[in-house]
């Protein structure tokens, strides 16, 4: 495989790569239907939202998950953004439901996103448990244990996660009270202050 490397300061080394069985990702950008929209999305065609996951340009526009656009964390040669994960979404999705609920009773958005990590990652027979609080650095928390039970947690989350879907619960009182407990917020205090 012919590939370019590419440095910190930007340049390009051409490398051949030989390889058995190679995987290869194509650069990562948003659906054609929201792209290329003035003050709507970034060059990659990531939805721009304000702290309240409230787009700037488009007030009755709110973007949650995936599509939404967050900048690197530093200058990067290539154009990337952070990796999103599950938990840090559903903090994203509270904002927003609390945030266009004040928005229908006549108050400004207030709520804010927390961005917590909190993951099971499955490797099939192995696992690697993690929360990053925020996920993006700088980190009041960082925390990762891995094994076997990993494997088994996610197969026990899965089956929790389906049926709260299919009852139409987006959080049983054990599990906020659970995550209370652990010190894991979906909300920040910034109403408080
Ligand atoms: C391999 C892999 C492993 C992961 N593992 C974990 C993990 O262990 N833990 C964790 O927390 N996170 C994990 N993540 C990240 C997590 O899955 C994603 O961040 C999350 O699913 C994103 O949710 P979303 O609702 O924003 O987008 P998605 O889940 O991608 O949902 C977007 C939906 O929009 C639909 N759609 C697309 N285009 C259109 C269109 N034009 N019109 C209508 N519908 C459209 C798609 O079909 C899709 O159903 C993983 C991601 C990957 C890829």
Redesign the pocket.
């Given at each position: 495989m012919e590939i370019e490397e590419v440095a910190e300061d930007g340049s390009a080394k051409p490398r051949s790569l030989p390889f058995d069985y190679a995987m290869m990702l194509p650069a990562f950008r948003a659906?054609?239907?929201v792209s290329g929209i003035k003050g709507l999305s970034n060059p990659r065609g990531f939805t721009i939202v304000d702290r309240y996951q409230r787009n700037p340009a488009f007030p009755n526009i709110f973007a949650?998950?995936?599509?939404?656009a967050i900048p690197p964390m530093g200058p990067t040669p290539v154009p990337v953004g952070v990796?999103?994960?599950?938990?840090?979404?559903e903090s994203m999705v509270s904002a927003t439901a609390h945030n266009i609920g004040a928005l229908l009773r006549g108050r400004e958005p207030d709520e804010v996103a927390t961005l917590n990590?909190?993951?099971?990652?499955?490797f099939g027979d192995r696992g690697i448990a993690f929360v990053a609080q925020p996920q993006i650095p700088p980190r009041s928390v960082n925390w990762s244990a891995q094994g076997r039970w990993v494997h088994f947690a996610?197969i026990a989350f899965e089956k929790y996660f389906l049926r709260k879907v299919k009852l139409g619960t987006s959080e049983t009182f054990y599990e906020r009270r659970a995550m209370q407990l652990l010190g894991i917020d979906k909300l920040k205090a910034a109403r408080k202050g």
């Open positions: 659906v054609e239907a949650i998950g995936v599509c939404v990796p999103k994960t599950g938990f840090m979404i990590a909190v993951c099971l990652a499955d996610k």
